[in-house]
């Protein structure tokens, strides 16, 4: 009992014949019930879980984020942002993972980032879903940051409210790592310099750049 994987076991139970573990979509499956995606720090999504009617995991659906090379124009770039792949993995009745599958692999349809300066120097890769990806894990390391201490949130914010705001917008981080690293308040030193409850001895200012795009 405990090696079977808990999705074949309801399937067996309510008899729902065509079902496999290739086809099945969960969010049809009266016996499952499914929770809020757990995100990291830096607002990416990692994971997100379907329970049987006993609370029981059945289903972990994680994301990764694909890098690797790129051609373009006869250059090929490595370490790049390629797409998103999704995986789901089968629980048993132990709670752990007795069978996984790939789904699909989400590809950007990248386009050359250049420079700006009248060359065609490139810079980077980008699409609009990679930009939509990026600008909501931003959005959401934010949101994630301000839960932490809403009041040093608050204050750090009005400190560095333009740098912050152009960073959530565009994505750039170095101004915003710049005025960090050259301020010389001694009140906002403080706080910067402040260790994080529960990560010590990181401090305040390693955080907020470590959780940075």
Do not use: C
């Amino acid at each position: 009992m405990s090696a079977q994987i808990v999705l074949n076991h309801y399937f067996e139970k309510y008899q729902t014949l065509g079902n496999t573990l290739t086809d099945v979509s969960f969010d049809n499956l009266p016996f499952l019930q499914e929770r809020e995606p757990q995100y990291n720090m830096k607002g990416q999504k990692v994971s997100k879980s379907y329970h049987d009617i006993q609370g029981r995991e059945a289903i972990r659906i994680t994301y990764d984020r694909v890098f690797g090379e790129h051609q373009y124009d006869g250059t090929v770039y490595p370490n790049i942002f390629l797409g998103l792949q999704k995986t789901v993995h089968y629980l048993d009745w132990a709670g752990a993972i007795a069978y996984s599958k790939k789904k699909q692999f989400y590809s950007f349809d990248l386009q050359p980032v250049f420079l700006g300066d009248g060359t065609e120097t490139v810079v980077g890769f980008s699409s609009q879903k990679m930009r939509k990806v990026l600008k909501d894990e931003r959005l959401a390391a934010d949101d994630y940051l301000q839960s932490m201490n809403p009041v040093l949130y608050a204050a750090l914010y009005q400190a560095y409210q333009v740098q912050y705001n152009t960073y959530l917008r565009t994505g750039i981080s170095q101004p915003f790592v710049s005025a960090l690293n050259s301020e010389t308040n001694s009140q906002i030193l403080a706080m910067l310099n402040k260790e994080v409850f529960g990560y010590e001895p990181m401090t305040v200012k390693e955080l907020v750049i470590m959780n940075l795009q």
